[in-house]
């Protein structure tokens, strides 16, 4: 199982990013598909995730600004950033939770991460 992130970069304050992910390899199902960061000398921490339903989650840093999506045809989900601040600069990670078979344990993957830098 791959996921692949793509859609970061550098942006000024009050700008818009969108980030995307998709995976791919031997998938059964994905439960809940999310983003985290994780900026310098800080913890991993989630940004938003969705589950295979469409019921969302945000850290209360990003409710209003950011919006979490998911096509589930195409095991994608994407993080539409809105009004960005010098503080959402961290590196993003996508995450799946999923069962590659059929009586598959549920495991989490991670994409490799994408550097997100907003200047002020």
């Known amino acids: 199982v791959q996921l692949q992130a793509s859609g970061g970069g550098l942006v000024q304050a009050g700008g818009s990013l969108r980030l995307s992910c998709t995976a791919s390899?031997?998938?059964?199902?994905?439960?809940?598909m999310g983003w985290y960061r994780q900026a310098p000398g800080k913890e991993r921490d989630l940004v938003a995730s969705?589950?295979?339903?469409?019921?969302?989650n945000y850290a209360d840093s990003v409710k209003g600004r950011f919006t979490i999506s998911r096509d589930n045809a195409k095991n994608t989900v994407s993080l539409q950033m809105n009004s960005l601040k010098p503080e959402d600069t961290a590196v993003y990670y996508c995450?799946?939770?999923?069962?590659?078979?059929?009586?598959?344990?549920?495991?989490?993957?991670w994409g490799q991460g994408t550097q997100v830098t907003v200047s002020s």
């Open positions: 995450n799946a939770n999923l069962r590659r078979s059929l009586g598959a344990r549920v495991s989490d993957f």
């Open positions: 390899g031997s998938i059964f199902s994905i439960n809940a």
């Open positions: 969705i589950t295979s339903g469409g019921s969302t």
